[in-house]
């Protein structure tokens, strides 16, 4: 697990890696990405699976002219979420292939990302592509998460179940009974 030749995956100088054509793979902890871990559950008694990642640096042409150094980033990962129909832990595969590119200047860079359909970020001689792919991930998050198929049905849950059992059959219905039976009586 030596990576002294790989650069510093926070700090990448991507001007240089773009006229090197470099490509770099690898996978960070899950627990390195604090922002995930809020917007996740805990990965329990297991070990929350690597983000791993892999980058692909060329210059490439952007949309509305001109040839600009950019970035395709490949990540992924598997989190834990909470099932919104059974609320039942669920594991959740993420992955996010997205190509940025870099222009000088913050300005520019703002204005061709409105511009354009691509992702356009201001050209960093220290791009923090750990913090990159949190953004990414981030956004890649289901808004409503749910299993294909939930593993039981579950008491708490409302709707076909409740409809379609008899009302006299409810545990809640049954109590209720007894005590308009005892107040009768
Ligand atoms: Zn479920």
Redesign the pocket.
């Known amino acids: 697990m030596t990576s002294a030749r790989a650069p510093d995956s926070r700090r990448l100088d991507v001007a240089a890696l773009t006229a090197a054509g470099a490509e770099i793979a690898g996978e960070w902890p899950q627990e390195g990405f604090a922002r995930l871990a809020l917007s996740t559950l805990p990965s329990g008694p297991d070990v929350p699976a690597p983000v791993s990642f892999h980058l692909a640096a060329e210059r490439a042409p952007l949309e509305g002219g001109g040839v600009y150094p950019a970035l395709r980033i490949d990540v992924s990962t598997q989190v834990r979420l909470e099932?919104?129909?059974?609320?039942?832990p669920?594991l959740q595969p993420l992955r996010v292939d997205r190509r940025f590119f870099f222009v000088p200047g913050e300005e520019a860079a703002a204005a061709l990302d409105a511009e354009t359909d691509d992702d356009v970020l201001e050209l960093t001689p220290a791009l923090d592509l750990h913090a990159l792919a949190e953004d990414e991930l981030l956004l890649a998050l289901p808004i409503v998460p749910?299993?294909e198929?939930?593993?039981e049905a579950?008491p708490l849950s409302f709707g076909e179940e409740d409809a379609a059992s008899p009302a006299e059959n409810h545990p809640f219905a049954a109590l209720a009974a007894l005590k308009t039976g005892g107040k009768a009586g």
């Open positions: 099932c919104q129909r059974c609320l039942q669920m749910r299993h198929a939930c593993p579950m």
